[in-house]
């Protein structure tokens, strides 16, 4: 069958952006649940279509049909209900890339459970925050990292006594004390489970899934979304990544990350792909690569990092014919990046910006030419606004925080609210916007630049510096692999531009190398940009999503 899409827009084809941007509309049904709707909908009419392509390095390969989907998350669903887990109950997710997580996101889905996916780099303090803040009732984990471990110990500190399911021994024999084996619980669970009614059955306003943010700053936030969510997908899938229906997408994300809903769930399935998961054990980009190939993969998406990491491998005798079209998000992509791989590739690399509040706010759209370090242009049905410091709308050139102007109404996709934490809301949602406390500013062609977070705007004598121009201007450089830029605290200009760098294969830190570099920024940018420190580190500090965390650089710095 062909995909569900047609269903939930007024028009699924448009002959340019602008035509896209003005008469795009959704079509939002009542009572919207996306397990029921794309998932089973698809094993009813279209059993043996795929839905999900798995392996791991462990030599295990698996692939799911859509029945198969629906049959499994109808087991869990079961079992989630036989052992208490209700509607509204909090469930948390430490999966990594398990097949599984995807029949329990649908188990949960169905049952109207709150999923909450979580890193599988959580310590005990990060669980004792999450469990606490959501009220999570039910854990889910795969065996890894101490996870197990750690989650017993925060139900011990807590004075708890949570629901616990471990997920990765397939045999369902081995036992963890106080825990029970996901295997063996749905082994014997029915394959039906009727839609729920009454009091049970879910609304568009229920919520749905919850993510603590990965923000580079302050405490994760819990971003709130609903049961519509998924329809804002949409546009993240079949606009941007240009989905091929009955094709494969790939999308480089840990489950606990939002980049997950973006490129490994919602709006892919809804547009009739399917999707391409790797469990690796250790990331390395050229075992990513002939997986992708190996798997025949045709749209691909993952962060900035990864691209930088590909572009100083020998790619020349890698077979790119299959990919139709790459992507990327999580961070800004540098000019150089974009280049080298189109270079290596003839691929051009389409930058979005959103966030786990969001869906694809601004992207380089399937009918643009993209502008090397450009985010693209803004996503229809949200009415984008750049906002400058007294809240006037920013003139072409100049920074302004993106906001999304919701006097008309929320968009599909859009977060409702920090969860639990009106305070938080307030700051970030008021005068009709939301405030996204990102920047940029917008060239005569309507294309929208990044300059930062408002939090790491460098401020030296009297100049507002943003980081990712920096950036750009090192990673020219060839010895530069990755690096960030921060201000640094000095009593004379207020701060000072810092880099910190992590250098490519073959180069090694240097006084000559640090000059080199200051010059070289100075050739490429303007001159009062420069970094004045400059520091040489093994690993810089990242969120799991592949953020770069500046704000633990400053800290760092300050003490």
């Known amino acids: 069958m062909s995909s569900l899409i047609k269903e939930y827009v007024n028009r699924v084809d448009f ?13 939002i ?23 999900l392509v798995w392996c791991n390095d462990n030599g295990e390969d698996e692939t799911f049909t859509f029945k198969e989907m629906r049959n499994y998350s109808n087991k869990v669903a079961n079992f989630f209900k036989s052992i208490g887990i209700k509607k509204g109950d909090a469930v948390m997710l430490t999966l990594k890339n398990r097949y599984e997580f995807w029949f329990s996101m649908m188990g949960l889905h169905k049952i109207g459970a709150i999923a ?7 310590k005990v ?9 959501a009220d999570v009732k039910l854990i889910l984990s795969v065996d890894e990292a101490d996870l197990i471990k750690d989650y017993n110990e925060s139900e011990k500190q807590l004075n708890l006594k949570l629901k616990k399911v471990w997920i990765g021994d397939k045999t369902g024999k081995k036992e963890i004390e106080g825990w029970l084996n996901f295997s063996r619980e749905i082994e014997n669970m029915s394959e039906d489970f009727n839609r729920p009614t009454g009091e049970e059955a879910t609304s568009n306003e229920d919520p749905l899934l919850i993510y603590f943010s990965s923000g580079t700053t302050g405490q994760p936030k819990m971003v709130k979304h609903n049961y519509i969510y998924p329809l804002g997908h949409i546009l993240t899938a079949k606009y941007w990544h240009n989905v091929v229906e009955d094709g494969l997408h790939h999308t480089s994300a840990d489950t ?15 547009a009739g792909s399917a999707l391409f998961i790797y469990d690796y054990n250790r990331f390395d980009a050229l075992n990513l690569l002939e997986k992708v190939k190996k798997n025949k993969v045709n749209t691909f998406c993952a962060p900035p990092t990864i691209y930088r990491f590909l572009i100083k491998e020998d790619l020349t005798n890698y077979d790119f014919s299959n990919w139709t079209y790459a992507t990327t998000a999580g961070e800004p992509l540098n000019p150089e990046v974009y280049n080298k791989f189109y270079e290596i590739s003839g691929l051009k690399i389409r930058e979005a910006f959103g966030q786990s509040e969001t869906v694809a706010l601004i992207a380089n759209f399937i009918w643009m030419d993209p502008k090397p370090g450009s985010m693209g242009k803004p996503s229809p049905t949200y009415n984008i606004e750049l906002l400058d410091m007294e809240d006037n709308i920013a003139e072409i050139g100049e920074e302004g925080e993106i906001t999304i102007n919701v006097k008309n109404g929320s ?3 859009l977060f409702e609210e920090y969860y639990k934490d009106e305070e938080k809301t307030k700051e970030s949602w008021y005068d009709n916007h939301y405030h996204s406390g990102d920047t940029a500013w917008k060239d005569e062609d309507d294309y929208l630049w990044f300059i930062g977070r408002v939090d790491d705007i460098i401020k030296s004598s009297g100049y507002r510096i943003g980081p990712f121009e920096v950036e750009s201007a090192l990673i020219t450089h060839p010895s530069v692999l990755e690096c960030a830029i921060t201000g640094y605290p000095d009593p004379i200009r207020g701060q000072v531009v810092k880099s910190t760098i992590v250098l490519a294969k073959g180069y090694s830190p240097s006084e000559e190398l640090k000059k080199e570099l200051q010059n070289h920024v100075k050739s490429v940018t303007a001159p009062y940009k420069y970094p004045r420190i400059v520091e040489f580190v093994d690993e810089l500090p990242k969120t799991i999503s592949g953020k770069i965390k500046r704000k633990d650089i400053r800290i760092e710095d300050e003490n």
């Open 29 to 51: 049904p009542e009572n919207f649940n996306f397990a029921f709707d794309i998932v089973d909908r698809y094993a009813e009419e279209d059993p043996k279509k795929i839905a």
């Open 15 to 27: 002959d340019s952006y602008e035509d896209f941007k003005n008469n795009f509309s959704f079509k």
């Open 256 to 270: 606990g990350w939002a980049k997950t809903s973006w490129g490994s769930l919602y709006g892919q399935w809804i």
């Open 125 to 133: 303090k990060d669980m004792t925050y999450r469990i606490t803040s």
């Open 116 to 122: 909450i996916p979580a890193t599988h780099m959580l």
């Open 411 to 413: 968009p599909p996709g």
